[in-house]
């Protein structure tokens, strides 16, 4: 383990439906903008998505798929230092894809999402040597 674990003892739960056209991905970034939300993650999340774009694992582009999905798991962290977020979806045979969540996911007919917040834990994005990527560095306020 790369990190100790940080504890915290308060949590905070914001429940948000996004509607027709939203963008899934821009809209929890507005959201967590907004609310200047620095250690966030997601408790659940459902809907439907006219759009998806993923990117695919050991893919370095996205993949757009259109058409009409089910979210079927929706989990991440939230942070406005930067976020990671994976979706599933399936499709109306129930074909499953999943991958990390891009820009361009667009709402169906709903998302209902629930967010947990912990307001004295920080989540920031820093380089890893062992990964060659900025990953979760999870600190205390």
Same mark, same amino acid.
């Given at each position: 383990?790369a990190?100790?674990?940080v504890?915290?003892?308060?949590m905070q739960v ?7 056209g939203d963008d899934?991905?821009?809209s ?5 903008t907004a609310?200047h939300?620095?250690a966030?993650f =997601? !408790?659940?999340? @459902? +809907?439907? %998505?006219?759009q998806?774009?993923?990117?695919l694992?050991?893919?370095e582009?996205?993949?757009y798929?259109r058409?009409?999905?089910? =979210? !079927?798991s929706? @989990? +991440?962290t %939230?942070?406005?230092h930067?976020s ?5 979806v399936?499709?109306?045979?129930g074909?499953?894809?999943g991958g990390?969540l891009l820009?361009?996911?667009l709402?169906y007919?709903?998302a ?7 307001p004295d834990v920080r989540?920031?994005?820093?380089p ?6 900025n990953?979760?560095?999870v600190?205390?306020?």
């Amino acid at each position: 383990m790369a990190q100790a674990p940080v504890a915290s003892t308060n949590m905070q739960v914001y429940s948000l439906r996004l509607e027709p056209g939203d963008d899934l991905k821009k809209s929890l970034h507005a959201f967590i903008t907004a609310n200047h939300i620095e250690a966030g993650f =997601i !408790v659940t999340g @459902v +809907g439907s %998505l006219t759009q998806v774009h993923l990117r695919l694992a050991n893919q370095e582009q996205g993949e757009y798929y259109r058409g009409h999905f089910e =979210i !079927v798991s929706l @989990v +991440g962290t %939230l942070s406005v230092h930067g976020s990671h977020l994976h979706a599933s979806v399936s499709d109306s045979t129930g074909r499953t894809i999943g991958g990390h969540l891009l820009d361009g996911n667009l709402i169906y007919t709903t998302a209902e999402l629930v967010l947990g917040v912990l307001p004295d834990v920080r989540y920031l994005r820093e380089p890893c040597p062992k990964s060659g990527y900025n990953e979760l560095k999870v600190y205390k306020k």
